[in-house]
């Protein structure tokens, strides 16, 4: 079945340093999302591309969908404390629920 | 508010019983799905319904049950036959044809 792999699982970072996920699924997906969850919390949508090469940004996040609708990024520029928290990838294929990676865990250290 | 309410927040079960744990949204979305969170897992899907009266497995429904009797509510019943319960659950909804996933605050349940 389809499976999406995110990496790196952890990353620790000084503040202001830049941070960067990727994600990557085992066939095309129809669109792919991104969802944020603070620690002790539930995820939190933050967007959904659609399109070949779609970029999208909201503030110091930037989102990124593949050429070939197979990978994504998203890269934060200049992180802060309040960036911490585990972020996903999920993807849809078809009819297919959403298949979620396994995340990246950002640690930033002031 | 329109959103998803999970309880209980905090659960204690023996090893042995069931435990249902309940979900109800106020969204008027058609879909709800439940996963299963452990450390270092992600979300893996357990059950969802796209209608009320209908459901499907997701990935990992062996020793779980659902109902959706009504459109709001969408129970999961952790039995027995599951082997390794402990976990943090999260129920979440969606309008059909949308993408975008709304969670619950989930639930958190031990077995003993």
């Known amino acids: 079945g389809q499976q999406v792999m995110q990496i790196p699982q952890y990353q620790h970072v000084q503040e202001g340093e830049d941070f960067t996920t990727y994600c990557n699924s085992s066939?095309?997906?129809?669109?792919i999302q991104w969802y944020k969850q603070r620690p002790g919390g539930h995820p939190v949508f933050l967007i959904q591309?659609?399109?070949?090469?779609e970029v999208k940004k909201q503030k110091r996040l930037t989102f990124q969908f593949g050429e070939a609708k197979k990978n994504s990024s998203l890269h934060i520029t200049a992180t802060q404390t309040t960036d911490v928290g585990t972020y996903f990838c999920?993807?849809?294929?078809?009819?297919?629920?959403?298949?979620f990676g396994k995340g990246t865990r950002l640690s930033v250290i002031a | 508010d329109g959103g998803i309410t999970q309880s209980p927040k905090y659960l204690f079960r023996k090893e042995g019983q069931n435990v249902t744990l309940s979900c109800e949204q106020n969204l008027n979305h058609d879909a709800m799905y439940w996963y299963r969170q452990d450390p270092g897992q992600g979300l893996r899907l357990i059950y969802y319904s796209q209608i009320v009266n209908d459901f499907q497995k997701g990935d990992i429904a062996e020793g779980y049950s659902v109902s959706r009797e009504k459109k709001e509510s969408f129970p999961l019943t952790v039995t027995s036959a599951q082997k390794n319960p402990t976990a943090f659950y999260l129920c979440a909804s969606r309008r059909v044809g949308a993408g975008e996933l709304f969670f619950g605050e989930g639930s958190r349940l031990t077995v003993l």
């Open positions: 999920a993807g849809h294929s078809g009819n297919t629920p959403l298949v």
């Open positions: 591309l659609v399109k070949s090469g």
């Open positions: 066939t095309t997906l129809s669109n």
